[in-house]
């Protein structure tokens, strides 16, 4: 507590004694309203859209072998159709949703698993993969990479366009 003096100045408190006033009273603005990390520093903040976050995960799901294709039949099917159209373009982050604070980040990711490959290499390495190259490129801490394998891919499913002949 501030003391008078014998003037009648008060000395107002400092350090340590202004931090204690600051927990009693429930004032904990001053060090909430400065977030630190990479994004934040003393020049400016950096701000990520979520569609960055969610095209980098992507791209690193994809390098991943194993990993057939992204997202569900669903959204597989209107890929296939939006490449067929003249002058559109398929959604690179498909199968890829993100939840983004300032200095962290939760990815899920959705894949097609192409038959043969161990299911449960094929998503630890997704994770790592993803890990690294968001924390990398973004300097977002991952907390979590969830992995939802929808389907896996045989390789007789690419040859249902032609007729087979054991069914005639």
Do not use: C, W
């Not at 931090?19 to 400016?44: D, V």
């Not at 993803?130 to 040859?159: K, Y």
Request: charged content about 30%; proline content about 5%; glycine content about 8%.
């Amino acid at each position: 507590m501030a003391q008078p003096m014998s003037n009648d100045k008060i000395i107002k408190p400092t350090g340590e004694e202004l931090e204690r006033q600051e927990k009693r009273q429930g004032n904990h603005e001053a060090s909430a309203e400065q977030p630190s990390g990479p994004l934040h520093t003393e020049l400016g903040k950096t701000t990520i859209e979520d569609r960055v976050v969610q095209k980098i995960a992507s791209i690193a799901a994809r390098e991943v072998p194993g990993v057939y294709a992204m997202g569900n039949a669903a959204r597989r099917t209107f890929n296939s159709l939006a490449e067929r159209i003249p002058g559109a373009s398929a959604n690179t982050s498909g199968g890829v949703s993100v939840e983004k604070g300032e200095q962290q980040t939760a990815i899920d990711v959705s894949i097609v698993v192409s038959y043969g490959f161990s299911i449960v290499e094929v998503s630890g390495d997704i994770r790592s993969n993803i890990v690294s190259q968001v924390e990398r490129a973004t300097g977002l801490e991952v907390i979590e990479v969830n992995v939802d394998v929808t389907d896996v891919h045989l390789p007789e499913d690419d040859e249902d366009d032609e007729p087979r002949e054991d069914l005639k």
